[in-house]
């Protein structure tokens, strides 16, 4: 009798959780357009979307690095799938990043799908942060989001399906020391994203927000070499290094699903949880997971804010030291 009972209850649980999944994205003979698409993080997803059969426009600045770009596509995707270049600075105006799509679309037809993931990135303390950096990355992380999906949008929406994704960060989650101006352009991503998904979704498009970790691409190369303070890099070592690749299969398998939130490793994980807020959750078994997690999360964050407090004090009390020696 029991065993009857478990099966059932078994059955209708497969039965709600099957009805409650989202049919699967394809990017098949689709046009996906990526900015920032000829290095790092862009142009890993760019290459995964093309061994899906899609047809790819990049869109960034240098030239001769979209042509190698398109060159690794190429060798990643079939004879009769499609891809094309142009050059573009997405920070400059809302014109320039529409004449540029505009050109992608009249090689490839319309933008079925749009990654956001030109991005750049500055780690100092507040004070030692150039004024004109806050409205850089202001400009380039979150504006030259905005013109690109603002190019799209009314495409997508009139024909019923499209994909949106922003690439945010995990400083995009959480404030930390030395990220002023950066996670003030990713948490503003996230305020973008879960408006415009709320008022896309009925219009069948999908609007996803990605939040890596630190991430060994050029981008994360050129970070440290213009140097990173040491409170930040100790901060930042709690969630690992990862690789492009890994990263942009996490991507993939996010709008593939129609995830809203896309976390990259254990962490990320973690960090979406304990910032969820009224975002919606992937699934209903995501959503129970939250639900019993949360309060325990939220127990090791306080733990995590004091350490992280102790790093910024022991490196303050360091410097200070430094400091006495010289004087
Ligand atoms: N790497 C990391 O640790 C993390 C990165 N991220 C985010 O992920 C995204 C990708 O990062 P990552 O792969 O490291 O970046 P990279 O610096 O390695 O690559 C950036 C890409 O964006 C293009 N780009 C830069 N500026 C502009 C611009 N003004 N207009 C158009 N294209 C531009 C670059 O080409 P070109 O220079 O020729 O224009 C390049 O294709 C960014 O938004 C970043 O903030 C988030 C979390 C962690
Ligand atoms: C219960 C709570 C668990 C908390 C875990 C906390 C982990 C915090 C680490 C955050 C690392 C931020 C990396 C940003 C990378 C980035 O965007 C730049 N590299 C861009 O260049």
Same mark, same amino acid.
């Given at each position: 009798?029991? $065993? ?5 209850g ?44 899609a ?5 960034? +600045? ?8 398109? $060159?690794?596509? +190429? ?31 009249s ?5 079925? $799908? ?44 009139s024909? +019923? ?22 996670s ?41 070499? +213009? ?28 709008i ?24 919606? $959750? ?18 090791s ?5 004091f350490?992280f ?19």
């Open positions: 009798m029991l $065993a009857i009972w478990i099966t059932a078994i059955g209708v649980l497969i039965g709600f959780i099957s009805f409650t999944r989202k049919s699967k994205v394809e990017f098949k003979n689709r046009h996906v357009l990526v900015t920032g698409g000829s290095e790092g993080i862009g142009l890993s997803v760019a290459i995964r979307l093309a061994k899906k059969g047809n790819i426009s990049l869109l960034s +600045r240098t030239d001769a690095k979209l042509k190698a770009a398109a $060159a690794t596509l +190429r060798a990643n995707m079939e004879e009769s799938q499609r891809v094309t270049t142009v050059a573009c600075d997405i920070s400059a105006s809302y014109q320039k990043v529409k004449d540029a799509i505009d050109q992608a679309c090689e490839l037809g319309p933008v079925d $799908a749009l990654i956001n993931c030109a991005g750049t990135s500055v780690a100092s303390a507040f004070e030692n942060t150039a004024v004109e950096d806050f409205e850089r990355l202001m400009r380039l992380n979150y504006h030259g989001s905005v013109f690109a999906t603002r190019a799209v949008i009314d495409g997508m929406k024909r +019923r399906s499209g994909t949106i994704v922003f690439t945010s960060s995990q400083a995009g989650q959480i404030g930390l020391y030395g990220y002023t101006a950066y003030a352009s990713k948490f503003a991503l996230r305020g973008l994203a879960e408006c415009l998904r709320m008022e896309v979704k009925p219009y069948g498009v999908n609007v996803s927000i990605a939040f890596p970790p630190d991430t060994d691409t050029p981008g994360y190369k050129e970070e440290i070499e +213009r140097g990173v303070p040491e409170e930040t890099v100790i901060i930042s070592k709690s969630s690992g290094l990862y690789t492009s690749d890994f990263v942009a299969d996490n991507i993939l398998k996010g593939t699903n129609g995830d809203f939130f896309i976390p990259v490793g254990f962490e990320g994980n973690v960090l979406t949880i304990i910032t969820a807020g009224m975002a919606p $959750a992937a699934s209903v078994i995501d959503g129970i997971i939250q639900i019993i997690l949360l309060p325990i999360l939220r127990i964050a306080f733990f995590y804010q350490q407090g102790r790093i910024v004090s022991q490196c303050m009390k360091k410097k200070n030291l430094g400091q006495n020696k010289r004087d």
